[in-house]
């Protein structure tokens, strides 16, 4: 046996799924919302309202490296990201399951590292962890499926924008594609949009603040700001026109952008994704306090307008590592 | 474009990921809980009591073989591993989110065909695809997720199990395990045995059944029956005895057995998983029809025995394919 407190000199193979488990899972207790959590054949929750579920895989080399991200940022991104589509309905996230598919190979100390960071994120998104699965395969594979409670409201789509409404956001854009941009060429700084690449910050419980104020649409910014608001033109029929003197471009994107082939800066929050804001239409009068409004819903063909025109700059959009 | 009806000749990595979720949940439509289907941030479901959740995650190599199944075989095992989870809680199984990881070399023909065995073995179950996600990875791998109404009871544990009470089945015991022996032998025979490692047929609605007649304790049987009632006499303190003339061994699994090194089939039955029978203790009076009584339920020490005794024979049991 190793000594309390010691890493764990094995691998995953070595110890095998149910010993597995039993780390990932030991102390995990049940509250709130969880009726039963880990160890039976299915957890059980009891939901307020109706139930929004979600589910976002995350694979090795594909959504991140291991060289680049702590195994502990990788348990936290694959929470947030998850949690993150929940909170674009509306809903209170309040419990989550988590598969793991890692090769054999794996120091056991990479999966408790993993482990303490789902369930880091977890506290800090209000979700419990209640259910999971382990098992090997040649690279890391991490599959989130969140729980959500609407609570007695109805959710918020992607198709509910009007025109007449205001576009108006809660968290932060193109962090993380900054980061991927330094990283990608070798570079572990600016220290700050290295890190959102490594652990996005969602605006936890905004989404439902959202909800609450009246939202009429709503999504996160996973694929990019005009990639996701071309869904909601698309399922509201409306056009969405960006202002972008509204968006505030950080330092250390100036930075990466000035530093990287005479960059815009504005392809990094236009086009780049990961780092979960949330965006949604209202009623100019019933934006919530903390959210800027960032644009504004028109009648028109179903498309996404930069300042009244398209955009025609550069891109950062998500495209995942592989070609 | 491909004509309609017409094999498409292309990869994943040449159709994309959106084309390719298209393709998958063309047609989904929402009827029943499903308030709200595939295609915004998450789904919505109405449930009538508690929510019952459980995830499974098969592996390319590990739990299937490409050579060995169809990939409508594995999207239908896929659907019937994690289902069969929430049978096994009593629950009513209502919707399913499904990832897949795929190489990007994957033909599409095969996406398509997995993604019709998904739905084929959703329909048999009786629950309807919510939503999912598709990403690029070394090998397949597939997270299913089943979201289940319990409808007003509570959720029938493995730890309810009382001294007095009989231990009953539904569905079938070591099918695939034999098929396993088989196809890693490089046989193609007894085909009953091959077809069931590939699509395991659960019995489907039974536990349910069984919850309402009050069994109280209930598990699925995925590692094998001795694995599995071990979890059962742990989480309920009891002994657990197993009678073996009750137990229904087929003709394919004798062949198999006398064809293997002079095997015995009852270690098929006691200790094959995969097949995703139901076990449960029910008071000797309230054993639904249809269901077998195969054992009893003993004041003592948590443990399992075959007839009174320790098993000692040989062990089929489930190991997935790497050492």
Do not use: N
Request: one cysteine or more.
């Amino acid at each position: 046996m190793t000594p309390p407190g010691a890493p764990d000199p094995r691998t995953v193979g070595e110890v095998g799924e149910f010993a597995l488990i039993d780390a990932i899972t030991s102390g995990l207790g049940t509250s709130g919302p969880v009726v039963l959590g880990v160890g039976d054949d299915s957890a059980v929750l009891r939901l307020a309202g109706d139930l929004a579920v979600s589910t976002d895989t995350m694979v090795e080399d594909v959504h991140f490296r291991r060289d680049w991200s702590s195994a502990e940022d990788v348990g936290r991104k694959a929470v947030a990201a998850c949690v993150s589509d929940a909170e674009a309905m509306g809903a209170v996230p309040i419990g989550l399951v988590v598969s793991l598919a890692a090769p054999a190979s794996t120091p056991v100390e990479w999966v408790t590292g993993f482990a303490d960071g789902v369930r880091a994120e977890c506290e800090k998104a209000g979700v419990q962890l209640v259910g999971g699965d382990t098992t090997s395969a040649a690279q890391v594979v991490v599959t989130a499926t969140v729980l959500a409670d609407l609570g007695g409201l109805p959710p918020v789509t992607r198709a509910g924008a009007r025109p007449g409404q205001v576009l108006a956001m809660a968290g932060r854009l193109g962090w993380a594609a900054a980061g991927v941009a330094v990283l990608g060429r070798g570079f572990r700084s600016p220290r700050a949009v290295v890190v959102a690449h490594r652990v996005p910050e969602p605006p936890y419980g905004e989404g439902r603040v959202a909800a609450e104020a009246g939202a009429s649409a709503l999504t996160d910014v996973s694929d990019g700001l005009l990639a996701d608001l071309g869904h909601v033109a698309r399922a509201s029929g409306v056009t969405l026109d960006v202002t972008t003197s509204a968006l505030e471009i950080a330092e250390p994107q100036k930075a990466v952008a000035a530093a990287i082939g005479g960059g815009d800066p504005l392809a990094f929050q236009l086009t780049g994704g990961d780092d979960h804001a949330l965006v949604g239409a209202f009623d100019a009068d019933r934006v919530p306090s903390g959210w800027t409004v960032i644009g504004r819903v028109l009648a028109g063909d179903p498309q996404v307008l930069v300042d009244g025109a398209e955009w025609t700059g550069a891109s950062a959009g998500w495209q995942h590592f592989a070609p």
